[in-house]
């Protein structure tokens, strides 16, 4: 399992490195206070939702897939299941 440290940094931006076994992935994400509203996340922590962001990618693809530099919003363009899955997530109705 990967782990996922998500640290903030300039303009709600986060640096994000994941971690599995000896090889390490650095990302960086901007996150907006307009992201977190559009997926229903506004009173969630913004560094709580990257990593769960994150965790929802390496559900999908490895972490050498995911994007160097991306915001937070385009996730959505990619799997458009996320915002649903993103507030199932927060709200505890996983399966």
């Known amino acids: 399992m990967s782990e996922i440290l998500a640290m903030a940094a300039e303009d709600g931006a ?3 490195t994941v971690t599995d076994g000896a090889s390490k992935s650095e990302h960086e994400v901007k996150v907006t206070p307009s992201d977190l509203a559009q997926l229903g996340l506004d009173d ?3 560094r ?3 990593e769960e962001s994150f ?3 390496l559900e ?3 972490k050498e897939a995911i994007l160097a ?3 937070l919003a385009r996730i959505g ?3 458009p299941e996320y915002p649903a899955e993103m507030k199932k997530r927060f709200r505890g109705e996983l399966d």
């Open 14 to 16: 986060f640096d994000v």
């Open 44 to 46: 969630q922590d913004p």
């Open 48 to 50: 709580a939702v990257v």
């Open 55 to 57: 965790r929802f990618l």
């Open 60 to 62: 999908r693809e490895p």
């Open 69 to 71: 530099s991306f915001e």
């Open 77 to 79: 363009d990619f799997f």
